[in-house]
């Protein structure tokens, strides 16, 4: 099974608009942490947001939130006030268990951002 | 401040030649890793190095060797590679997990890579 599903190849979205990009993780391990990453065309994987499994509120960093709902076991990363810059791929990412060092990545979903 | 530098940027080689990838970063992190990406697809772990030392081998093929010479320092030696060995290399690092706190791999830009 897929540990990081991300069912969005590609989004679209209006310059100042919010978007919501999808995140669904698979474990067993009561401890984890999700992350997502953003990559533009450069190549550089720039990290956005970071949510713990035991932490009671949703992240937020600036205009980045993401909304952790553990029962689903989805996290979703919400970008407000788009901007053109936003364009990239966009990876959600999960460390399993205490001590793990090794990240799995989603498949990756492609924004752009239209004028 | 949270930069992680990777030399060169792009690097073109002959199957025969041998050449190095270098990572360094200056935050203190005792975790670096090396990944491969290929394009569109996410990146793949190759090693992470724990204090100096290799605690994770992916599976690489031996023409792939690395090197921690310090905690700051990351090396990606490269020898008889193959062309379906061109791809974006990338670097990040991290505080280690071996307390069980919070830690966020932060990368570098990639070194493209292209195999003739």
């Known amino acids: 099974a897929q540990k990081i599903t991300q069912t969005q190849p590609g989004m679209f979205v209006q310059e100042k608009e919010a978007v919501t990009l999808d995140c669904t993780y698979d474990?067993?391990?009561?401890?984890?942490?999700l992350f997502w990453y953003k990559q533009p065309s450069s190549g550089e994987m720039i990290f956005l947001i970071y949510q713990g499994s035991y932490d009671q509120q949703n992240a937020t960093e600036g205009r980045y939130s993401l909304n952790f709902q553990k029962a689903r076991k989805s996290a979703n990363l919400v970008i407000s006030a788009s901007q053109l810059g936003d364009s990239a791929m966009y990876f959600c990412?999960?460390?399993?268990?205490?001590?793990?060092?090794?990240?799995?990545f989603g498949t990756g979903t492609r924004l752009t951002v239209i004028p | 401040d949270t930069e992680v530098t990777q030399t060169p940027k792009h690097l073109v080689m002959g199957m025969t030649n041998k050449k190095s990838l270098k990572c360094e970063q200056h935050?203190?992190?005792?975790?670096m890793y090396w990944y491969k990406q290929k394009a569109k697809k996410p990146p793949e772990l190759m090693f992470v190095y724990s204090y100096e030392k290799l605690s994770i081998n992916e599976s690489v093929p031996s023409r792939f060797s690395p090197e921690c010479p310090n905690s700051s320092l990351l090396n990606l030696h490269l020898h008889a590679l193959q062309p379906e060995d061109s791809a974006l290399y990338l670097c990040a690092s991290s505080q280690d997990l071996a307390s069980g706190q919070t830690d966020t791999q932060y990368f570098g830009p990639g070194t493209r890579l292209t195999v003739l």
């Open positions: 990412a999960m460390r399993e268990g205490r001590g793990a060092n090794n990240l799995f």
């Open positions: 474990t067993s391990d009561p401890s984890y942490g």
């Open positions: 935050m203190g992190h005792r975790a």
